[in-house]
């Protein structure tokens, strides 16, 4: 699994979902990045889009996700 890499210095920071589930805000791209993203996704038949960064989740340090 990837995530979309925002600003991984707010790896400690979160966020909380509409199902109020907390996020590491660190993971978060602007809606107007995130949505070039999602229209390339389209376009290239699921292929993981370039126009953003993204870690694996085994890149992510431990203790991202409260628990």
Known sequence: SCYSKGDLTRLREWVETKDGD??????????ETAWKAVEEFMERDGELPDRIAW?????IPAGTFPG
């Open 22 to 31: 907390l996020m590491p805000v660190g993971l978060y791209v602007p809606a």
């Open 55 to 59: 870690i694996a989740d085994g890149d």
